[in-house]
């Protein structure tokens, strides 16, 4: 993975078991949030899974499109492009009716100072979509942020444990879950909710966030000291896979990897591939936020990209100035503010 294009053949690259998924699922697959940082490749793997399935499906991608020259590649690819902004009520109705729908609108950066704002997009929009898809199969994109700070040795959250999400990102994306399901048990929607953090891949996460620290010869703040991370192609291909979970009352699911991870020894594994001397401040605090994704794995595997290999990576990419996003995750707040 050394450009851009083998990055995102990696990412879109199906595997026979999505693959598999696929070829049971009737009907097209509307995914709403196309444009933002995963949805692109979202919409790739759906497309070659489909392919691969040989069902016809449609693919159908919804986003406004920001990012100049989006639109027109992921039609040349095979998918049916609704350039449309779903917060309005004419677009969000005038789209096309899909029997499975996947969505991934959400906002995260700038959240202080537009609360408003972000209450609107994690919270009132999910509902307006979930009254336009009823009866339809939705799955949709949560975070592992409406969970507590807990005890690193605690194993991680579970999905059963009483949720308490820290700060107004939080709080509105539990917002956006108990919205989701309230349409859905009135509706009779199936739904399933994916709890995610943090995805990673070469453009951005937490992997990223760290080596951009080091290469800038920048201290490394440990007071977050641990963490999950899962490579975006598995994330991305659980979310598909999940449509066949979908249920009333809504299915729940962590999806991360199998690991803890320390910042620490993470750093250091990095600034020693980055040919830096890792400078640290701050001390590990004893808890952290932490997801168990045992479900996850149960269910559909473990990730096919381990993390000492996206280690590798990462610091390979960021060592030749290969682009990134510059969407810091934020992962080093305990505050919950972003």
């Given at each position: ?14 595997r026979d078991v999505l693959v598999d998924d696929l070829r049971k699922l009737d009907g097209d697959i509307l995914i709403l949030g196309a444009g933002g940082k995963l949805g692109p490749s979202l919409v790739r793997l759906a497309l070659r899974g489909v392919a691969a399935a040989g069902t016809g499906a449609r693919v159908i991608a919804v986003s406004r499109f920001s990012e100049a020259g989006l639109a027109d590649a992921l039609r040349n690819e095979g998918a049916v ?258």
């Amino acid at each position: 993975m050394r450009t851009v294009a083998d990055l995102e053949e990696r990412l879109s690259r199906p595997r026979d078991v999505l693959v598999d998924d696929l070829r049971k699922l009737d009907g097209d697959i509307l995914i709403l949030g196309a444009g933002g940082k995963l949805g692109p490749s979202l919409v790739r793997l759906a497309l070659r899974g489909v392919a691969a399935a040989g069902t016809g499906a449609r693919v159908i991608a919804v986003s406004r499109f920001s990012e100049a020259g989006l639109a027109d590649a992921l039609r040349n690819e095979g998918a049916v492009v609704v350039e449309a902004d779903a917060t309005d009520d004419a677009a969000l109705a005038a789209l096309p009716d899909a029997a499975n729908v996947v969505f991934l609108v959400g906002a995260k950066f700038g959240t202080s100072g537009r609360e408003h704002a972000t209450w609107a997009t994690n919270t009132y929009l999910p509902g307006r979509i979930a009254q336009r898809f009823a009866g339809s199969r939705l799955v949709a994109l949560s975070t592992g942020n409406v969970y507590p700070l807990v005890p690193v040795t605690s194993g991680g959250c579970v999905e059963q444990i009483p949720v308490q999400p820290v700060g107004e990102y939080a709080m509105s994306c539990l917002g956006r879950e108990r919205i989701l399901t309230h349409f859905a048990l009135r509706d009779d929607t199936p739904l399933a909710l994916i709890r995610l953090n943090y995805a990673v891949e070469m453009r951005y996460g937490v992997l990223v966030d760290i080596a951009r620290t080091l290469h800038a010869g920048e201290p490394v703040d440990l007071t977050m000291g641990h963490a999950n991370i899962v490579w975006q192609g598995y994330a991305n291909e659980v979310t598909l896979r999940a449509l066949h979970h979908t249920r009333t009352p809504p299915f729940v699911l962590n999806l991360t990897g199998p690991e803890l991870i320390s910042v620490r020894q993470v750093a250091t594994a990095l600034a020693a591939r980055l040919g830096r001397e890792p400078v640290f401040t701050g001390t590990e605090a004893p808890t952290a936020l932490l997801s168990n994704a045992q479900l996850c794995h149960r269910l559909f595997g473990y990730p096919d990209v381990p993390v000492a290999e996206l280690i590798d990576l990462t610091a390979d990419w960021v060592a030749n100035g290969q682009p990134l996003l510059g969407k810091p995750t934020g992962f080093q707040r305990r505050d919950g503010n972003f």
